[in-house]
């Protein structure tokens, strides 16, 4: 692979990460609040800042598993536990700029 080749597969994988973002957010928060299902973590005393990171370790455990036994999850392969990944520290990153906002 190409420079040329490698930067369209990661515009790619960003283009799909994007979209599959937007489908399940409709699924999981609320239009006024993006993080509404994360902030269910204060339930259970979790910082939703921990939860959201949970999460992406939650998805590294199943790549490490896939990658292991070299079969798919039901419904859930390298490539998509991948792209839940990016999606994952693309949340945080966004929960972690919406707090220092509300902050200054």
Not at 31 to 41: G, H, I, R
Request: aromatic share 8%; charged share 30%; glycine share 0%.
């Amino acid at each position: 692979m190409n420079q040329k080749q490698f930067l369209k597969h990661i515009e790619t994988t960003f283009k799909n990460a994007l979209e599959l973002i937007r489908r399940k957010n409709q699924d999981y928060s609320k239009t006024e609040n993006a993080f509404a299902n994360f902030e269910f973590a204060r339930l259970v005393g979790l910082d939703v800042s921990r939860a959201i990171l949970l999460r992406v370790v939650d998805k590294i455990a199943r790549l490490s598993n896939l990658l292991d036994k070299d079969i798919a999850v039901v419904d859930e392969s390298l490539q998509d536990t991948c792209i839940d990944v990016v999606n994952y520290m693309a949340i945080l990153m966004a929960y972690l700029d919406n707090e220092k906002q509300k902050r200054a």
